[in-house]
C-alpha cells in the first residue's frame, strides 16, 4: 500500500510538472473566432458539430459551453486523442 502511494505521488507530481509548463495556447490549433476581455480565445469547437463557437480556452484551461467539459491541457490531449488521461 505505502509502495502504490508512493507511486501515485510521484505520477501526480509529474502530471503537475507537465501542466505548469503548457500552454494551452500553443497545444489549441483551432481558429479564434473572437476574443473576450480578459483574454480568453473563442471557437468552433474540435469535439462536435456547430456552427456559432461555443469552445473558450486561455493559457491554462478550456471549456466547451456545448457539451458542458473542460479542463486543463492534459485533459484536452486525451479528450482530443479519444484516450484516458492514464494512457
Do not use: M
Not at 456547430?50 to 456545448?66: D, I
Not at 457539451?67 to 479528450?79: L, P, S, T, V
Amino acid at each position: 500500500e505505502v509502495q502504490q502511494k508512493n507511486k501515485q505521488n510521484n505520477l501526480r507530481q509529474i502530471i503537475d510538472a507537465i501542466k505548469s509548463r503548457v500552454n494551452l495556447n500553443d497545444l489549441i490549433t483551432i481558429p479564434v473566432t473572437k476574443t473576450s476581455p480578459d483574454g480568453d480565445s473563442w471557437g468552433i469547437c474540435p469535439f462536435h458539430k456547430e456552427k456559432t463557437g461555443s469552445f473558450k480556452w486561455n493559457a491554462k484551461n478550456w471549456y466547451c459551453f456545448g457539451e458542458g467539459c473542460g479542463g486543463d491541457a492534459i485533459d484536452f490531449y486525451a479528450k482530443i486523442n479519444r484516450i484516458s488521461i492514464l494512457d
